[in-house]
């Protein structure tokens, strides 16, 4: 009798369900990203992105067109998500075949986690399926994004992009 108040466990269920990898909430963090236009990128034969013509002035004030290889991070249906090392606000990013300009200065976020599998932080994309407090479920093996067994950063506000990870 002493004991009958002790017997019963508060608990709930949850009905919800989602498939996708889990991971903890303080590995997401939010990134700026430029957009570029799909249609100012070249691309081979298969429809992969192969780079972009950036305009630039040299010293002497001459017009130079270099070819840029930038990592692509996600794609909407009409702009790439790029880093924003390899450009600034104000450049120019050509058309292929053709004189039209693109000037760089849309910014979007992303939301993802730093992967760590080559040794320094790269930010992957995430789509959050499920959260609470502790952990999100995550879509996993998307374009772009984590695949399973990936080892990712658990602290995102304890590193940078690109900095070396000591094993």
């Given at each position: 009798v002493q004991f009958a108040s002790?017997?019963?466990?508060?608990?709930a269920v949850d009905t919800e369900k989602a498939d996708g990898?889990?991971?903890?909430?303080?590995?997401?963090?939010?990134?700026?990203?430029?957009?570029?236009?799909?249609?100012?990128?070249?691309?081979?034969?298969?429809?992969?992105?192969e780079y972009f013509m950036r305009e630039t002035q040299d010293?002497?004030?001459?017009?130079?067109?270099?070819?840029l290889t930038i990592p692509i991070y996600s794609e909407s249906d009409t702009d790439y998500y790029v880093d924003t090392y390899s450009l600034r606000v104000g450049d120019n990013i050509c058309k292929p075949d053709s004189v039209d300009k693109y000037p760089i200065s849309k910014?979007?976020?992303?939301?993802?986690?730093?992967?760590?599998?080559?040794?320094?932080?790269?930010?992957?994309?995430?789509t959050i399926l499920y959260s609470n407090d502790e952990y999100s479920i995550v879509k996993s093996n998307t374009n772009y994004g984590l695949l399973e067994y990936d080892?990712?950063?658990?602290d995102a506000e304890s590193i940078n992009e690109d900095d070396f990870i000591n094993e």
């Amino acid at each position: 009798v002493q004991f009958a108040s002790d017997r019963y466990v508060t608990f709930a269920v949850d009905t919800e369900k989602a498939d996708g990898l889990k991971i903890p909430v303080t590995a997401v963090t939010e990134k700026e990203f430029y957009l570029i236009p799909k249609e100012y990128a070249a691309t081979d034969e298969k429809g992969n992105v192969e780079y972009f013509m950036r305009e630039t002035q040299d010293e002497s004030g001459a017009v130079v067109t270099e070819k840029l290889t930038i990592p692509i991070y996600s794609e909407s249906d009409t702009d790439y998500y790029v880093d924003t090392y390899s450009l600034r606000v104000g450049d120019n990013i050509c058309k292929p075949d053709s004189v039209d300009k693109y000037p760089i200065s849309k910014v979007g976020t992303l939301i993802g986690v730093y992967n760590i599998n080559k040794g320094f932080a790269d930010f992957k994309e995430i789509t959050i399926l499920y959260s609470n407090d502790e952990y999100s479920i995550v879509k996993s093996n998307t374009n772009y994004g984590l695949l399973e067994y990936d080892y990712i950063v658990l602290d995102a506000e304890s590193i940078n992009e690109d900095d070396f990870i000591n094993e």
